[in-house]
């Protein structure tokens, strides 16, 4: 089945059917080959999965202006963490939750390369016209707003239209992301390693993260990704370490150690499901997905942030974007790489926490940019990605 089957707005086009027995083959034939499941077992772990899966079609609420897409089989997929801020660790609780994340994934259509832009929920925005449920619609703005209103008066659709009316992309697909099932992704893994250089200590908060390099798990996963009082203190050096985190998980969930411990993947398939709202159909979609990831590689995913500056008129604590964002959505609108200037503050997922690069990746960055500053692959280039300073102004090594 097609990562854009149910894709509202595309005009009917579709690439062709993929059998869902050539999505899930290699997690069959690692179950069975570990001889851990019969084929009836497989079945009841595949229909568990699809019943964790909590599934929203939202097409209805995203209106008759949607952009165009104007590529044929790159993909889009928005995905957003809805922090419920449940558990003693509750950071920001003065905002009753919402999404503090929010990242545009871009895969090319040619599977060489993707991004993820990562949107600080901080952005001062002039929030469009949304729906609800039943097409009832939910009024613009008056003024600016905060990025994150848009999840809060109307959820993932409201955000979809967000980015579609303020950047001229076409989303394909969305996922939300509960925070806290994603403690149990992290514990399936058997915790995801990181480099804090120094102590951690948010006494507001009640979280203690100890320096060094080391697997975290649960809470204390929750706790890194969630916590600002460190670093510069801004959100969006919080970014930065939610970006690193994600590149380490990513590696670690489509590595060859996932596929020698099927019981593990089991464990992080139920968890990531039991997590995950989505308007993919199925978790034959979703393997569809990984698959592309993990035939992109490492070193051709990049992660990088739209260019802002801060701005307290617009917004309380609020930053805007600057001009050169255009030039970043019409990368993603064209299916081109990332240039170097915004490589140049990016993280590769071929990253090590401790910031150095992952032995099989490939040291040019996977590709040699060309003359107008593109690159081959998302992470080619000269771009050099974060420096010094800039690691450890968002408390990484």
Sequence with gaps: MDEHDGSPGRGGRRR???????????????????????????????ERFNGNLTHVDVSDQL????????????????????????????????????SDTTILF??????????????????????????????????????????????????????????????GVFVDKYVVV???????????????EVCIPEDIVDTEHGITLKAGTREIFGDEALSYVRVRNVGDGTDLQRIKRQQTFISSMISEAVGAEMLARPDQLLRFLNAAT?????????VAQLAKLGQSFNGIGLDNIAFVTTPWTYDTDKVSGGVEWLPEVEDLWQLVIDDQPLTEEFLDDGISAATNPDGTTSESADPSGGATGSSDGASDGATGGDGAGLDEEGRADASLC
Aim: proline share 4%; with cysteine.
């Design 16 to 46: 062709a059917a993929t059998p869902k027995r050539t999505v899930v083959r290699v997690i069959v034939a690692s179950l069975l080959g570990r001889g851990l499941v019969t084929g009836v077992g497989i079945v009841v772990a595949y």
């Design 63 to 98: 209106g008759d202006d949607r952009p165009d897409q104007a590529i044929e089989g790159d993909l889009n997929v928005l995905v957003m963490g809805d922090d419920t801020r449940e558990g003693s660790n509750g950071i920001d609780s003065e905002s009753g939750g919402g």
């Design 106 to 167: 871009h895969l090319s259509a040619d599977r060489k390369f993707a991004y993820g832009i990562s949107i600080p929920r901080d952005t001062a925005v002039m929030r469009p016209e949304c729906y609800e449920e039943d097409e009832t619609p939910i009024a613009a703005s008056d003024g600016y707003v905060k990025w994150n209103d848009a999840f809060l008066v109307g959820g993932p659709a409201c955000t979809i239209r967000q980015v579609e009316q303020l950047t």
């Design 178 to 192: 509960d925070f806290n099932g994603f403690k149990g992704m992290v514990d399936a893994l058997d915790g995801v």
């Design 274 to 282: 039991k997590s995950l709202t989505t308007d993919f159909d199925n």
